[in-house]
């Protein structure tokens, strides 16, 4: 399961505070994706960044930020802004284009 | 925005029958639709894709199949057995692109049953 790693694997929060979820990946993929996840949804895109020093708003990207100063690394964010924190996130990355995204394990977060 | 609809959102079969999921989607452009698998707790992971310069892609025991005109592609899998059971999503390009650079947007996902 090497390649792309999250940390931690469990969060705990509480309401109003900031909170930065960690992904790295060792692949040599250029783009990289944050997806949040919930109880009988799909996956649903925050933020991705398809080379370093860029990224862009996903669908939902209201409450989270993110920053990709290195290849290997794309830090998200979830701010206090964000109303319903309570997710499981997952990072993703691929080559680009139309290739495999490779997910992450998660990080289950719960903020009370 | 590209939008996608799976159903159904549950299935169960007898083990060894087949199984279909299937999608819709919206935007012409889209040229790229993957299937993923994720078992309880776990990351979801790439079982197969097609590309939308072929109508049909198998491998081993799973199929997908891709009908441009009426925008709509099914999973396939046959002689199920207790380890198919999970959630499969399908997905196809979010972006403008229509190949996956920008992400992916996901259908809502099937919970498939292997009933013994």
């Known amino acids: 399961d090497g390649g792309i790693t999250q940390s931690p694997k469990y969060l705990f929060r509480k309401e109003g505070q900031n909170v930065t979820l960690s992904c790295e990946q060792n692949?040599?993929?250029?783009?990289m994706y944050w997806y949040r996840q919930d109880p009988g949804q799909g996956l649903r895109l925050i933020y991705y960044s398809q080379i370093v020093n860029d990224f862009q708003k996903g669908d939902i990207a209201e409450g989270y930020s993110v920053s990709r100063e290195k290849k290997e690394s794309f830090p998200l964010t979830v701010t206090s802004a964000q109303k319903n924190p309570t997710a499981f996130y997952l990072c993703?990355?691929?080559?680009?284009?139309?290739?495999?995204?490779?997910f992450g394990p998660g990080t289950r977060l719960t903020v009370t | 925005g590209e939008n996608v609809e799976q159903h159904p959102s549950t299935l169960s079969v007898q083990e060894g029958d087949s199984a279909v999921i299937k999608c819709t989607y919206s935007?012409?452009?889209?040229?790229?639709f993957p299937w993923y698998k994720q078992e309880l707790g776990k990351r979801p992971q790439l079982i197969i894709d097609i590309r939308s310069n072929v109508g049909e892609k198998k491998d081993q025991r799973i199929a997908v199949t891709l009908n441009k005109t009426a925008k709509h592609f099914s999973l396939h899998i046959t002689e199920t057995q207790p380890e198919d059971s999970a959630v499969y999503f399908c997905?196809?390009?979010?972006?403008?692109?229509?190949?996956?650079?920008?992400?992916?947007?996901f259908g809502k996902g099937t919970h498939l049953i292997i009933q013994p």
């Open positions: 997905a196809a390009p979010l972006g403008e692109s229509g190949g996956g650079a920008d992400g992916l947007t």
């Open positions: 935007d012409s452009a889209s040229n790229y």
């Open positions: 993703a990355s691929s080559f680009g284009g139309l290739r495999e995204q490779y």
């Open positions: 692949l040599n993929h250029d783009a």
